[in-house]
Every structure is written in C-alpha cells, then in structure tokens.
C-alpha cells in the first residue's frame, strides 16, 4: 500500500514519518543514498515523501518529493558538504532574549542571511520582555524599527504575559517553523507555553541530547494542536553561513541591494573598495552601522 507523509524524526537509519495522524518507522533504501554528493542526508525532517508498509507494518521510503526551501547547516565531520537541518519551512525564527543573555545582533544577521540565501521566510522573536528596564527598552524599540524597515516580522514576548505567547502562537498554525537561538533564551519555555501538553516530550528531547552524541545533529518536528509544527533542533546554536561566496553576501542584506548596483566594481566586497556604493550608503547613514558590521564579520567569516 502506497501513502504520503511528512518525515518528522531521522537518526540516520531509521525515518518516522507521519501519515494520516499515524507514525511509521521507514527504512530508506540504499539507492537514495548516492544521489546527492556533497549532501549528508539524503532525507530531512520536513521532507515530503511516499512509502510502501510492509508486512511487518515498518515502512519503506519509495519517493522524495521535490523541496519547497531548506536549511542547510555544514556536516558535522566535512566541512564541504552541507547537512539538511530541515525541509519545507514556512517560517525561520531567531529568537533572542532582552537579558539573560543579552541580545546578540551578530546572531540575528547570520540566521537572516542564510534564510535569505535560502528562501526562507524569517522573523524575530524578542522574549523575556518582562526584564527589560529602561535602556533595554530603548534597545529593543531601535532593533524593531530596523528589523521591521527590512521587512522582517518582529515580536516582543514574555512567557509570563499570554497575550504576546498568543500572537505568536496565531503565525505557527498550520505551518511549519523552525526556532533557532542561543541556549537560554527561551525557546522551550515559549513552546511550553503555546502547548503545554508537549512538556513531557521538551523533557525528553533536551535529555537524549545530552547523552547521545549523534542524536545532536537530528533536528525532530514538535506537533502543536493548532495544526502546526516546531521544528526543535537540539544542538544547533547558530547557523554558521554555508555556501555564500563574498561577493554575493550583500545580495543577502536586502538595505545594500540598491547601493550595490553603484558600485564601480563588479564583483565588489564594499570592504574597502573606491567607488563602492555600498561604503557611501552605509557613511551617509542608510545603512545601520550594527548591520555593517554584521556584514563585514560574516565576510571575513567566509572570505577565510
Ligand atoms: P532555551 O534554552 O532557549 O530552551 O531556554 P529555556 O526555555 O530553557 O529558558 C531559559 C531560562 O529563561 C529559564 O530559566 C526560563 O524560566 C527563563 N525564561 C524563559 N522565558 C522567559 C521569559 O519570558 N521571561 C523571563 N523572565 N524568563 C524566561
Ligand atoms: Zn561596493
């Protein structure tokens, strides 16, 4: 019998794969394994597939559908090849906490990026609104008028106030999301708090991760009982930029698109070239000066 399904956990051998409210444990077949080289995992949580179930009711993974968008992250032991953390999102979501730990701009502008780079849909979630005093609250107010002007979704939460768990709970229903954030910023307490029933599974992954060295690298999609899914991704702290040459990392800046076509060179790195449009934009105060700087530490990041 032939159905279609999402993958929602992989460890390498063994896929779930959810079918119609069903969970079966799929084998993939070797075949799939040399299609792509420079790719670890043939299969990813999100991936779209059909399966045949065999008489021992396991699964055999017969097709891959194609992707909409994934999140690459680079294998843990290759440097060259690229992992799939995750297929088919709808929406990427940095979160970062006002304080305890402190808002990282340099770990917003990288996850944007990447999700730039990879057609991912992205936002930003400022939790722990709760703790901010005076001169966090001017912080705060600065980055989401920047964040915004880019287009980006910003939202202010606090675990403590439901209203705001509320509203970003509406933009996870019936989607697919990925939450990415230093550890410590909240990330499984807000998802406690959009769904409570989860709790016990939250336990139950942040445990297996710190025994397992090769369960760290799986991300597992969470489901919520608005009818969307979180994709939870032990072990992944930041998105190191993969597969981005220099000269194109300010395609990735949507504020330098416009200054960069000024630029006298074609393939300028607006580092600290003459007659860079990018430089001049950035001098006249178009371009916010933490963005520049994000901007040219993720160049040397990638230019090494
Ligand atoms: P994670 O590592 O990103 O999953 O972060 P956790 O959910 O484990 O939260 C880390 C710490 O921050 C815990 O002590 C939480 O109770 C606390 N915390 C989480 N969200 C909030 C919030 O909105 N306000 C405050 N004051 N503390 C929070
Ligand atoms: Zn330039």
């Known amino acids: 019998m032939m159905r279609t399904g999402t993958v929602i956990q992989s460890t390498g051998k063994w896929y779930k794969v959810a079918s119609d409210d069903e969970i079966i444990d799929c084998r993939l077949p070797g075949k799939f394994r040399l299609h792509e080289a420079n790719v670890t995992n043939p299969v990813a949580v999100g991936d779209k597939v059909d399966i045949t179930i065999g008489s021992d009711d396991t699964g055999s993974i017969t097709k891959i559908h194609p992707r909409e968008n994934y999140i690459p992250r680079h294998a843990v032991r290759h440097k060259h090849t690229e992992q799939i953390l995750v297929a088919n999102v709808d929406r990427g979501w940095v979160v970062q906490s006002v304080r305890n730990p402190r808002i990282k701009t340099g770990f917003i502008d990288r996850f944007l990026v990447t999700c730039e780079a990879y057609e991912i849909n992205a936002g930003i979630v400022f939790n722990k609104t709760d703790l901010a005093k005076q001169k966090d609250k001017a912080l705060l107010d600065n980055l989401t008028e920047l964040y915004r002007g880019l287009q980006y979704d910003v939202l202010h939460t606090s675990v403590f106030e439901p209203e705001t768990i509320k509203s970003l709970e509406d933009k996870l229903a019936r989607k697919m999301s990925v939450f990415i954030g230093q550890s410590g910023v909240g990330k499984t307490s807000i998802i406690n708090a959009i769904d409570s029933e989860l709790n016990l599974r939250v336990g139950e992954i942040s445990k297996s991760t710190k025994k397992g060295k090769h369960t760290t690298t799986f ?27 220099p000269y194109e990392l300010s395609l990735y800046f949507p504020e330098m698109l416009e200054p960069r076509e000024d630029c006298r060179f074609y393939n ?5 070239e003459p007659g860079c449009g990018v430089i001049e934009a950035f001098e006249n105060g178009d371009i916010h000066p933490e963005r520049y700087q994000s901007y040219l530490s993720i160049l040397e990041e990638i230019e090494e």
């Open 268 to 272: 300028c790195t607006h580092s600290h």
């Open 219 to 245: 991300a597992r999609l969470l489901t919520l009982s608005n009818g969307g899914y979180i994709v939870d991704t032990p072990g992944i702290r930041e998105l190191s930029v993969v597969n981005i040459e």
